[in-house]
Structures are given as C-alpha cells and as structure tokens.
C-alpha cells in the first residue's frame, strides 16, 4: 500500500459529518413539496386575521414528518410576526404544564419557574400575550402519541383549541403528528369533537426518492468520489427493502467511519457489508421493542406457524390466545403491515375473493433472535 492510500490520521473523507446527524435539517429537503404545500396551506388563515387550520401528520417512520414542521416554522416565522410557532417534541413534553411551559418560553425567552405559579397564570399570561400581540398561535405536537398514554391529550387539546372561549379573539391551531397508524383510531375516538383536522399523508419515499436524497446527502457530507455510483446504488436499494430512510442514512455515516478506520479514501464493497451486517439487525430490534405486547404474540404466531397463513386463519389463532374483535384484529394486521415486518397479498380466492395470505418479510430466525 503507498503511502498514498493510506490516510493521515487528520485527514477524513467527510466534509462534514454534522450531516448525518439524526437532527440535522437538510438544506435542500425533496419530493416533500405536496405535503409542504398543504402544511403551508393550514397557517395560511392565520395571516390574514382567520384561525389556523388543525392538520393531523401521518407517515411511516423517516417520511420526512418532523422536517416538514420545523421548515414550515422557520419559513412562516421569517415570513410574518403574525404567527407564533411552536414546535413540541412529546417523548419529552408530556404534562399539560410542561407543554404550556414551552410555549411560555418561545414567547417570553425563558421558561416560568417551576414551582409557585399555578397553570392558569401560566395560560393566561400567554393568552393575553396573544391578545394584544395580534399574533395566531400553531403548536405542532410531534409524535402525539406519547401524549396518550399518560392520558394528558384531551386537556391539552382543549386548552389550545378551545382559548378562544375565555380569551376572546384569540386564534389558535394544532398540528399532531403521527407515525403510527393504530393511533390514529384512539385519535379519533379521544378528541374527534375539538379536533377536526385535515389529515397530511406522508408516503414511504419511492426507490428514486431515497436516491435522490441520499445524492444530496453524500454531497453535503462527503467530499467528492467518495461513494461511488454504485455503493450508491446498493445503498438505495438496501433502505428501500427497509423502508425507513433513517437507517440509510446511518449506513451513509457508518460505511464512512469503516472506511477511515481502514484507512480508505473511498468506500468499498467490503465495507458497505460490514456497515449493512450492523445496521439491519439495529433496525429490526428497535422496530420490535417498540411494539405491545399483542403485536408480538401475533408476529409469534406467523413466525411459528410453518404453513402459509391467510388472514382468517391467523384471526382464529391469535383469538384463541387472546379474544378479540376481527376489527381489532386487522387494525394489529395493518401495524405490522405499516412496520414493514409482514406483507399481506390479495389471492383472489375465498369467498369474495378477497382471501388474504401473509407473507413475513424478515428471516424467522433473525426475528426470534431479537424478539425476546
Ligand atoms: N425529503 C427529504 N430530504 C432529505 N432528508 C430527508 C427527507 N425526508 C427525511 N429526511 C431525513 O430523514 C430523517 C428522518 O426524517 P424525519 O425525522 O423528518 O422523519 P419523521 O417522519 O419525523 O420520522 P419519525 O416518525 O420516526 O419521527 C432525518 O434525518 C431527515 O433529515
Ligand atoms: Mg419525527
């Protein structure tokens, strides 16, 4: 090996790592102009003098969801001092107190104290903020769901959208978001009577669609024939498989750090397979940590049951352990569906012709080994 190919201990082949951070926001964000047009669509009101309109923001994981809200936000901040954005992330905001006291901050520069002053002063501090500033109020409240289980969501809901009954004149909208589609069924049936939203379809990107942004990624990070067009290539195809853009994204950043470690100035196929080896068991581990307890017992019964299954057949088995409704039933169907872990195809056969067969998309084995 010259000494050439053999990399300085200063020397990288990331122009700036920084991008492949999990909450960098990319500068140049594609295939998402629909959906920002509609989200643009709901502050819309709000600068003329109207009320925001609600939205509800659906996808799969790493559709693109939360990037969608903070660029929204940052380009109606710029555009008007009408509209107050507020961005929440409820895995870390989930008492009505703690959400309030975001919105407290955003508008004062700090947050209230934490002891002392009761919610209503907090509230009506920023009400009447709004009041006499004119100003509308949008809180988007990502990954919603957390909300739920500690049962706060109601509270929270009716006290953003309903200030205007105290606080005459005061505009206020939510966007929730949701990458979870059982969810969007204990929505419905929580808050259907404040929460009339439009609801905000994010779509799996396409193959092309996840070329196209990782070409932007690798450019923004890397610097040039680093990857070639083929890695590139395989790239895409491995996160299409997954369908979750997040984990080729880490593969970028992984591959990269391979790479400097054996002290290449480029990326090779050696190297895309460690990366890969790593990351697919990561993904499919954290997919399955995050399901209840119900989702796995149905995914045990598909993986133990050696014939192929159509969707009936599986209904009686998973009823026998554990009686439920078939609408229940198809609702855990279409999680595990929408998770990527199954696919469920038509057959044309059965009574209507609608017979369903489910196939699993993962090895048996690597799904028994990380689902414990
Ligand atoms: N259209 C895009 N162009 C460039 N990068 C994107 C695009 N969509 C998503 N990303 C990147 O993919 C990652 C996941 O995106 P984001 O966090 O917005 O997804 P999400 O839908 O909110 O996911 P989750 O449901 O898991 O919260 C981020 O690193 C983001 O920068
Ligand atoms: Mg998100």
Redesign the pocket.
């Known amino acids: 090996m010259s000494i050439d190919d053999i990399l300085m201990q200063d020397e990288t082949i990331f122009r700036d790592q920084s991008v492949f951070n ?1 909450d ?3 500068t ?5 102009e629909s959906q920002m047009e509609a989200l643009k669509l709901c502050l819309r009101p709000a600068l003329r003098g109207g009320k925001p309109l609600n939205a509800i923001v659906v ?10 809200v ?1 660029k929204l936000f940052d380009e109606a901040e710029k555009f008007s001092d009408k509209i107050l954005c507020v961005y929440i992330n409820c895995q870390l905001h989930v008492t009505r107190y703690n959400i309030f006291s975001q919105i407290y901050k955003k508008i004062f520069g700090h947050l209230p104290p934490e002891t002392g002053i009761p919610f209503s002063r907090i509230y009506e501090k920023i009400m009447k903020h709004l009041q006499s500033n004119d100003q509308a109020l949008v809180v988007a409240l ?2 919603v769901n957390y909300l739920f289980q500690k049962k706060n969501a109601n509270k929270i809901f009716y006290d953003i959208l309903r200030a205007h009954e105290e606080f005459e004149g005061v505009r206020t909208g939510l966007l929730a ?1 949701i ?1 979870d589609i059982e969810f969007r069924y204990i929505l419905d049936k929580n808050v259907k009577s404040i929460f009339i939203p439009q609801e905000i379809v ?1 779509p799996l ?1 396409t193959h092309n ?1 996840l070329y196209d ?1 990782f070409k ?2 690798i450019k923004a990070g890397f610097y040039p024939e680093v990857i070639s067009e083929e890695i590139l290539e395989d790239i895409t195809e491995n996160t299409d498989s997954i369908g979750d ?2 984990v080729g ?1 880490e593969i970028l950043n992984l591959v990269g750090i391979i790479a400097e470690a054996d002290a290449s100035r480029s990326i090779q196929k050696k190297h895309l397979e460690t990366a890969l080896k790593k990351t697919s068991s990561i993904s499919l581990k954290n997919t399955l940590q995050n399901m209840s307890q119900r989702e796995k017992t149905l995914l045990k019964i598909i993986i133990e049951t050696e014939t192929e299954l159509t969707a009936g057949d599986l209904y009686k088995l998973l009823n026998e352990i554990k009686p439920l409704s078939y609408a229940s039933f198809d609702r855990l169907l279409n999680k595990l569906e929408f998770l990527r872990l199954i696919d469920v195809k038509f057959t044309g056969k059965g009574r209507k012709g609608n017979s369903r067969v489910i196939i699993l998309r993962f090895d048996q084995d690597e799904i028994d080994k990380c689902l414990i």
């Open positions: 999990p960098y926001l990319p140049i964000f594609l295939h998402r996808g799969s994981c790493a559709t693109g969801k939360t990037t969608s903070k990502d990954d978001v990458s994010f990107y669609e942004i932007e990624r853009l997040r994204i």
